[in-house]
């Protein structure tokens, strides 16, 4: 059973920062791209970040390039995303995912729990 196991959502006032972590098991991503995922109350999903586990190259939308980096750590099995400099409107749940297809937004196979990042200002 493919699990993703996120952790590092929370509360924080507009400026600060999170990290967020997602724990892959049962699950290699040899060959294949994860991501974040945000969605907000109201609205509809929306890719955040990308990378290819190969250390191919990653993408970010462009609300959170220069302010969010994911990257990877592959002996833990586990995809970050640091996020700095937190702005209200990054308000959402955030979701790891993996398999993206094509390594694009478009569709993954395997989603996580959701985290909640809260941002006031």
């Known amino acids: 059973q493919v699990q993703l196991v996120e952790s590092g959502g929370g509360s924080v006032q507009a400026g600060g920062s999170l990290r967020l972590s997602c724990a892959a098991s049962?699950?290699?991503?040899?060959?294949?791209?994860m991501g974040w995922f945000r969605q907000a109350p109201g609205k509809e999903r929306e890719g955040v970040a990308l990378?290819?586990?190969?250390?191919?190259?990653?993408y970010y939308a462009d609300s959170v390039k220069g302010r969010f980096t994911i990257s990877q750590d592959n002996a833990k099995n586990t995809v970050y995303l640091q996020m700095n400099n937190l702005k209200p409107e990054d308000t959402a749940m955030y979701y790891c995912a993996a398999n993206l297809r094509w390594c694009r937004f478009d569709a993954a196979d395997y989603w996580g729990q959701g985290t909640q990042v809260t941002v006031s200002s």
């Open positions: 990378i290819s586990t190969h250390g191919d190259g990653t």
């Open positions: 049962g699950y290699s991503y040899s060959d294949k791209c």
